[in-house]
């Protein structure tokens, strides 16, 4: 690897001739670690000009560094570092000095401090990795996403990938999302009331800015998604958590002068359960006396293998006033980052308009590489085939879990990918994760997605969209394992 000659500077306080300061420099390069072994320096005529002195110069200093060692001469291929150059010193880093400002006070805002759910960057190596919202990398269409990106790379999409859009999108993804993912929801939209998103969190974050204020107040369900009731408490809104039942968020119990609903009917995060048709007509009816707005997220909606899945809230709204969020980042991959908001065009011209303050828009490469696996079909093929993956994966899992003895406290109607678990009164899920993760197994505490200070501690969340088929019981016996060896007497952490 070549050092790029930018990286090279003459220090101005130090002394000596122009060769001998050319020496410190490189030999400094070497003995603090920048220039390693086997990397090639510029030539003495790039450097020379690079610096300013004249090529003899460089090349009696590189001269001399050959005579002490740290470089080696390759022929006519130049200069490299020398494999008996001096090693770095090993020396522990120094503390580093205390900054003179008082960021205590120097901080307008703080962001930390929430309740957002950690997940470790290793969960593959686990060997029963019972956790949410990865990719199994057998079930991707590897092949294909890569036949998309290089198409997408051409020649003749080079300004989808390079242009500027400003506040816009890709046209391309736009009017798939139009004509085949919307209608599937039962949702008409027009190109002026969609907007592309960096995933559903990204959407959910432009709408809380644009919709509240210290002055106005939003409803979440409890328990919720924490990333979402995280950002809501940064907008310091009044913020109301509603228990939800077995049938979602219970409508007669949204507080009045309540301004945002935020709601997962199909779906609901993190139980599973469903919101039927008569209490999402009787949602709608509550906003409307309320005059309230509602934020409806489907973000697992593609994952309805078991039977197919009720239109989307949005599809009943006749008022305009249900904001509709979806996702690729689950039934794709969640570094893809990217998913789409539908609202009335008044709303998506504000959230456009704070989207090209902040990041302009998403990628052009990944809006039309999606656009394209979307648009040849390969989306859908790999949509079934996950969903009869997943179909078997929940069969085994649910019988291996009522095998143990284990309780579920929520499940999806129509598919999903994860249970939400119940354990005994005494066990604490944090403590029974951290014993669990030491034996292979990963699952999710519940306690982060319950509002209050004194939220239950004895929920737990398993998913099975990335584990192999033949882990699953011997997974789910660990659990059940790790939870009876929890003592009766022990006192859940507060």
Not at 53 to 73: F, K
Request: a positive charge.
């Amino acid at each position: 690897m070549a050092i790029p000659v930018e990286t090279f500077f003459l220090k101005p306080d130090t002394k000596g001739t122009l060769q001998s300061r050319i020496q410190q420099m490189v030999a400094a390069g070497i003995l603090s670690g920048r220039f390693r072994r086997g990397e090639k320096l510029p030539s003495s005529r790039k450097l020379a000009a690079h610096l300013g002195v004249s090529r003899i110069t460089v090349t009696l200093a590189y001269t001399e560094l050959l005579a002490n060692d740290y470089l080696t001469s390759k022929g006519r291929s130049g200069y490299y570092v020398s494999a008996d150059a001096p090693e770095p010193p090993n020396f522990e880093t120094p503390p580093r000095a205390e900054d003179a400002v008082d960021w205590s006070r120097a901080l307008g805002r703080k962001f930390t401090g929430g309740t957002s759910l950690v997940k470790p960057h290793d969960w593959a190596q686990y060997r029963y990795p019972f956790l949410y919202g990865q990719t199994d990398p057998q079930l991707f269409d590897h092949a294909n996403w890569r036949l998309c990106a290089l198409q997408a790379l051409g020649v003749r999409d080079f300004g989808a990938l390079t242009r500027d859009y400003f506040d816009q999108d890709d046209p391309q993804l736009v009017e798939f999302i139009l004509r085949h993912t919307l209608p599937r929801r039962g949702i008409t939209a027009t190109p002026d009331q969609i907007l592309i998103t960096m995933g559903a969190q990204n959407a959910l974050w432009m709408t809380s800015q644009v919709l509240l204020t210290q002055r106005r107040r939003a409803v979440i369900e409890n328990p919720c998604y924490p990333p979402l009731r995280d950002m809501l408490m940064q907008s310091r809104c009044h913020l109301s958590a509603l228990d939800v039942d077995a049938d979602g968020l219970p409508p007669d119990a949204i507080p009045a002068k309540t301004d945002v609903v935020f709601t997962t009917p199909s779906h609901q995060s993190p139980t599973s359960c469903t919101m039927p048709l008569s209490r999402r007509q009787a949602l709608l009816s509550r906003a409307r006396d309320l005059d309230a707005l509602i934020v409806e997220d489907d973000y697992e909606f593609e994952m309805a293998y078991l039977k197919p899945p009720m239109p989307a809230l949005k599809s009943l709204d006749t008022d305009g006033r249900v904001i509709y969020i979806g996702s690729f980042s689950k039934s794709l991959f969640p570094g893809l980052r990217l998913g789409y908001m539908v609202g009335s065009a008044p709303f998506i011209r504000e959230a456009r308009a704070l989207r090209a303050y902040m990041m302009r828009h998403p990628p052009g490469l990944t809006q039309r590489t999606t656009a394209y696996f979307l648009s040849l079909g390969h989306y859908d093929s790999l949509i079934r085939r996950t969903g009869k993956a997943l179909h078997d994966r929940r069969a085994i899992m649910e019988h291996a879990i009522r095998k143990y003895g284990l309780t579920i406290a929520g499940k999806g109607t129509y598919g999903g990918s994860s249970f939400w678990m119940r354990a005994p009164d005494h066990v604490d899920c944090e403590e029974l994760a951290e014993r669990l993760a030491k034996a292979g197994v990963l699952i999710e505490p519940g306690a982060s997605f319950f509002a209050g200070s004194a939220p239950p501690r004895n929920y737990y969340r398993v998913a099975y969209s990335s584990i192999a088929q033949a882990r699953i019981d011997p997974g789910v016996a660990e659990i059940a394992k790790a939870i009876d060896a929890t003592p009766v007497t022990a006192t859940p952490r507060p």
